[in-house]
């Protein structure tokens, strides 16, 4: 059964605590992502990682760092979290380091940061 | 790098009509650009694809255009039903070497 697992679902947090977001995937995929979706900027990549201990930076990954010791799990840390990192965040999964291929998503992580 | 813009934020249509969702880019190395649907609530899926050694794929009733002069392309989807509607959103990468941008998304709503 081929599937992204996130965890939590739903994250209440306060300003300045750490925030940590889990990610599964069960395909054997090479490369995994976390972005996240905002009303009215779309989906942006905050990192890449491209097999265990090879992450890469997106387009915003200021506030963020990850963490990936097997190659099915990909963690999003946020350290002291802001207000501003309120917002729905989605890992996904690719078979392989091109970028030619298909995402395939977890169900997503709604944080709210108060 | 490449940015993708998706010109439609909303669109409505009826039932049984057809929708079409419009997107530019601008890496003119771009060479993979698929689409994924967003139902209410839930997550992102994979619905179709077009790569730049075609202009057209049909896929049921999805239909992909892809325009590499204008570097635009765009989502058919004929003979719309209620379960079409949801979030759309392109995306666009190289083979290799970048990673997927994706366009700010579209809501299509088909009304009866």
């Known amino acids: 059964d081929m599937k992204v697992t996130q965890m939590p679902r739903y994250l209440i947090k306060r300003m300045g605590e750490n925030v940590l977001l889990e990610c599964g995937q069960d395909?054997?995929?090479?490369?995994m992502y976390w972005y996240r979706q905002d009303p009215g900027l779309g989906l942006q990549l905050i990192y890449i990682?491209?097999?265990?201990?090879?992450?890469s930076e997106g387009d915003i990954p200021k506030g963020y760092r990850v963490s990936r010791k097997k190659r099915e799990h990909f963690s999003l840390i946020l350290d002291s979290a802001k207000t501003n990192q309120t917002s729905v965040y989605f890992c996904?999964?690719?078979?392989?380091?091109?970028?030619?291929?298909?995402?395939?998503f977890g169900s997503g992580t709604r944080l709210t940061v108060l | 790098g490449e940015k993708v813009e998706q010109h439609e934020s909303t669109l409505s249509v009826r039932e049984g009509d057809s929708a079409v969702i419009n997107c530019t880019y601008t890496?003119?190395?771009?060479?993979?650009f698929p689409w994924y649907k967003q139902e209410a609530g839930k997550s992102l899926h994979f619905v179709i694809d077009?790569?730049?050694?075609?202009d057209r794929k049909q896929s049921q009733r999805l239909i992909v255009l892809l325009d590499k002069k204008a570097k635009r392309f765009s989502l058919h989807i004929t003979a719309t039903q209620p379960e079409d509607s949801a979030i759309y959103f392109c995306?666009?990468?190289?083979?290799?070497?970048?990673?997927?941008?994706f366009g700010t998304g579209t809501k299509l709503q088909v009304v009866p």
């Open positions: 990682s491209y097999d265990v201990d090879s992450n």
């Open positions: 395909m054997s995929h090479e490369t």
């Open positions: 077009i790569r730049s050694n075609v």
């Open positions: 890496d003119t190395a771009s060479s993979y």
């Open positions: 996904a999964s690719s078979r392989d380091w091109s970028s030619a291929e298909t995402l395939y």
């Open positions: 995306a666009a990468s190289r083979n290799s070497g970048t990673y997927q941008r």
